[in-house]
């Protein structure tokens, strides 16, 4: 019952953008936070940004920090992450997941989530 479907990954070259949705299924998502996390081919899950419920915190990674931008439309169900300046490095399978919690303390642990998206695919390359 608590599904996110993200959607809007794709083939990207260097210093181009996406912008990635998280759309939630069955249930209301201005009751959770949302992060968002990336998984590149052999490599641990990284927590890379959270926004709380209201939208007031939205802390990043230092790896995407200044490049990415997490922001939701709660009338529509959807968080965002717009991606810019996209490097190589950035090529992974991007997951949203949802936290029934005010607040994005804590947000880079997977275990803090209780529903994630399937992902999607992001590749950056020449």
């Known amino acids: 019952q608590l599904q996110l479907v993200e959607s809007g990954g794709g083939l990207v070259q260097p210093g181009g953008s996406l912008r990635l949705s998280c759309a939630a299924s069955?249930?209301?998502?201005?009751?959770?936070?949302i992060g968002w996390f990336r998984q590149a081919p052999g490599k641990e899950r990284e927590g890379i940004s959270c926004i709380s419920r209201r939208g007031g915190s939205t802390p990043y990674a230092d790896s995407v920090k200044g490049r990415f931008t997490i922001s939701r439309d709660n009338a529509k169900n959807t968080v965002y992450l717009q991606m810019n300046s996209l490097k190589p490095e950035d090529t992974a399978v991007y997951y949203c997941?949802?936290?029934?919690?005010?607040?994005?303390?804590?947000?880079?642990?997977?275990?803090?989530?209780?529903?994630w998206g399937q992902g999607t695919q992001v590749t950056v390359s020449s």
């Open positions: 069955g249930f209301t998502l201005d009751d959770y936070t």
């Open positions: 997941a949802a936290r029934r919690w005010p607040y994005c303390a804590g947000y880079q642990s997977e275990k803090v989530y209780d529903g």
